[in-house]
């Protein structure tokens, strides 16, 4: 299986929801990350788990709220969103998150298509 | 600090055409380099890729080398069709913070037509 699952495809929500976004992986894989993508844009790194602890948080505001239940799962819970929130939020993960001395594949999800109302 | 650069899009070609898709970057160290693609409405999905100096990446007709003394890692087809149309990412990995991260070019679309 060398898929990335996420869930919902898409989601609607108001600003004072509270929504979670799934990501499920079953490779084995030790390094997860969230990524956000606007239109027209490349994907802008917001977190990386390694070994299910939070390793890197890009500044993200804290009405994003990342979690790691567990190695093949990752949750990304979402309350007070404002309306530029609104993107194609994406999944991926990858082997072991570092490596010096060789490449670091990462494998993407379809992506969860975020409108905040 | 690491970049890739992409050249500016949209390319429009006609099907069969010959399609290139300039890639440079800037790194410290010897990053991988990537070529991500993603169709309309849809997450990345890895196109190729090469780890080292010379190494070439293939897979659907599509190729790039890695070429290390002019920090490029162009992307060629000798035949697009028309289900190419999508828009393509280039990146390096690079360590920062201790941790893998990719670095992504700005992407260029590809419009092909019949």
């Known amino acids: 299986d060398t898929e990335v699952t996420q869930t919902p495809k898409h989601l609607v929500m108001g600003m004072t929801n509270k929504k979670s976004l799934k990501c499920e992986q079953h490779?084995?894989?030790?390094?997860m990350y969230w990524y956000k993508q606007k239109a027209k844009k490349p994907p802008e790194l917001m977190f990386v788990?390694?070994?299910?602890?939070?390793?890197i948080n890009e500044s993200v505001p804290s009405r994003f709220s990342p979690e790691c239940p567990n190695s093949s799962l990752l949750n990304l819970h979402l309350h007070a969103l404002q309306p530029e929130d609104s993107a194609l939020y994406l999944c991926?993960?990858?082997?072991?998150?570092?490596?010096?001395?060789?490449?670091?594949?990462?494998?993407f999800g379809p992506g969860t298509r975020l409108t905040v109302l | 600090g690491d970049s890739v650069t992409q050249m500016e899009g949209p390319v429009t070609l006609s099907e069969e055409a010959f399609l290139t898709i300039n890639c440079t970057y800037t790194?410290?160290?010897?990053?991988?380099l990537f070529w991500y693609v993603q169709y309309p409405g849809e997450g990345l999905q890895l196109l190729l890729k090469?780890?080292?100096?010379?190494d070439k990446g293939s897979n659907k007709g599509f190729e790039a080398t890695y070429r290390k003394e002019t920090t490029s890692f162009h992307l060629e087809k000798g035949s697009v069709q028309v289900s190419d149309s999508a828009v393509y990412f280039c990146?390096?990995?690079?360590?920062?913070?201790?941790?893998?991260?990719?670095?992504f070019g700005a992407g260029t679309r590809l419009a092909v037509h019949p």
């Open positions: 991926a993960s990858s082997q072991s998150p570092a490596t010096r001395s060789s490449y670091n594949e990462q494998f």
């Open positions: 490779m084995g894989h030790r390094a």
């Open positions: 788990y390694s070994y299910e602890k939070l390793s």
């Open positions: 790194a410290t160290g010897y990053p991988s």
């Open positions: 090469a780890t080292k100096a010379d």
């Open positions: 990146a390096l990995t690079t360590i920062s913070g201790g941790y893998n991260k990719l670095i």
